[in-house]
């Protein structure tokens, strides 16, 4: 039963006999998600209904700016030429807008393209159906063939079957919810009780947003837009050539200074001298630039690590960054620090060896509080129950700051430089992460043995002729008394004996 879709809300039976009434309602089916209606006893002539339903209103401006696609599951594709997925990819763009993106497959589709039924005589060849075969050639360019009677155009040509279904294959190609709707299209200037029939049959393309629905969009171009084959120019004849007599000769003007072969000859050599010592140059000095660029990028990624840590978001992390920077340069510095030791104990190290003398106090700027007080105070932010103001830890980053600056300047003017370029502080994490998996290994290989020996010896204590005494483990009677032998047996052995009559000495 023909219905306006999934925005039909109820159906009413029209003037039917009680017999006819009854037959209609109990096989009447809706459903709901669809807008479907059937009637399992067929429609007979005489049977009318009434359809209430709400009107399609189009989104607005700004709930096509924030449209985003719905999660909806539909039937995925047949296998395509990967072309089509790549076509699709380029026409949809990247917009930020999901209904844009959509807009634009839509528009790019119809860019160029020829409405034609392919039924009546004056229409351009177009075939039915919109098969993969039917719906590739519409991807092709532009080749027609009027004058055969089974003529395969290829080019984007067709009604609005197949430009609704070419829309949805290739929305759906790039993850679009689209879907193709059959259905009525009732003529715009009537009025009042209108016919439908069959020549009022159209198809569209539905596409799924959050908040929106199925919003409604029109594959096809205009029915107006016909093919035309480019009419050939006509060309004007020329006329027949009258000979005309040559005019006589002209002086050859002089020509000026530099004109001559020679003059030009030299200016070249010139420039083409001037142009290989440029390029001697480039390529003598490239290989500087790009030792130049790598140790500039070197400088950069470390300025840039050190602000991304004092911007963190939670004040315990910034004091962390802080004092992770002073690790780093203690590693670019050439000593690396244990990471299975904790802060007290990097520290403590810091101070009694990498530590230069102007840093193992508070004093003026660019000398340092000492890594001791810079490990406590990070203790106590990252640890403590207490949280802490943003000053105090812009305090601590500039105490960072000067402990960083006490370490370069102790450092010898050849360490300094390779500090500053140095990327052992880049592969202190994997190095960190690779000893703690090293531990853990080891951890879990201790265990196991330790598991092992002790099912071996619930083994042996489980075996036939050694039952335990009811206290059981190493400190029953006979385990005991074994124990006691076996260590008087080897202090015997230990201790000298007293010499004897006979005895030779």
Excluded: C
């Amino acid at each position: 039963m023909p219905t306006v879709g999934s925005r039909t809300d109820r159906i009413d039976l029209g003037d039917l006999t009680p017999s006819r009434e009854g037959d209609v309602a109990e096989n009447l089916f809706l459903n709901e998600r669809s807008g479907t209606a059937v009637n399992a006893s067929g429609m007979v002539t005489g049977d009318t209904y009434t359809l209430s339903y709400e009107p399609y209103t189009p989104p607005t401006a700004e709930d096509r700016r924030s449209a985003t696609f719905a999660d909806v599951e539909l039937p995925e594709n047949p296998e395509l030429d990967p072309a089509v997925r790549e076509l699709a990819e380029t026409w949809a763009g990247t917009s930020a807008s999901d209904y844009e993106r959509f807009a634009n497959l839509s528009r790019q589709i119809k860019a160029d393209a020829f409405y034609s039924h392919g039924v009546d005589d004056d229409d351009a060849a177009s075939p039915s159906g919109h098969g993969a075969i039917r719906l590739q050639d519409m991807l092709e360019d532009p080749s027609f063939e009027e004058g055969k009677a089974d003529a395969r155009p290829k080019g984007p040509i067709g009604d609005e079957e197949q430009f609704a279904a070419l829309t949805a294959v290739m929305a759906r190609e790039i993850g679009i919810p689209a879907r193709v709707v059959m259905g009525f299209q009732v003529p715009e200037d009537a009025s009042g009780t209108v016919s439908i029939t069959g020549e009022d049959v159209t198809a569209w393309v539905e596409v799924d947003f959050e908040e929106l629905g199925w919003v409604r969009f029109d594959p096809a171009p205009e029915e107006d837009e016909d093919p035309t084959q480019p009419q050939p120019k006509e060309v004007d004849k020329p006329l027949p050539q009258v000979a005309q007599p040559p005019p006589p000769p002209a002086e050859p003007p002089s020509p000026p200074p530099g004109a001559m072969s020679d003059d030009a000859d030299d200016e070249e050599d010139e420039q083409d001298e001037t142009l290989s010592w440029g390029v001697y140059v480039l390529l003598g000095v490239s290989p500087f630039l790009l030792i130049g660029l790598v140790l500039t990028s070197i400088v950069v990624a470390k300025v840039v690590r050190r602000r991304r840590r004092r911007n963190r978001d939670s004040l315990p992390e910034r004091v962390d960054g802080g004092w992770q920077e002073i690790l780093d340069q203690v590693t670019d510095l050439g000593t690396r620090p244990d990471p299975r030791m904790t802060r007290q104990e990097i520290a403590a190290s810091l101070d009694g060896a990498a530590m230069p003398a102007g840093a193992a106090g508070p004093g003026a700027m660019g000398t340092g509080v000492g890594a001791r007080a810079l490990a406590a105070t990070a203790d106590r932010v990252v640890f403590g129950p207490d949280d802490v103001p943003a000053a105090v830890v812009d305090a601590y980053w500039d105490d960072v700051q000067g402990t960083r600056r006490a370490l370069v300047a102790a450092a010898p003017r050849r360490r300094r430089l390779r500090a500053l370029f140095s990327l052992r502080s880049f592969r202190r994490g994997p190095r960190e992460t690779a000893l703690e998996r090293r531990s853990e290994r080891a951890r879990v290989r201790a265990r196991a043995a330790a598991d092992r020996r002790g099912a071996e010896l619930r083994r042996r204590r489980a075996a036939p002729g050694s039952r335990p005494a009811a206290g059981g483990g190493a400190l029953a009677p006979q385990n005991l008394l074994l124990a006691v032998r076996g260590f008087l047996s080897r202090l015997a052995g230990r201790i000298p004996r007293a010499p004897r009559k006979g005895d030779r000495r």
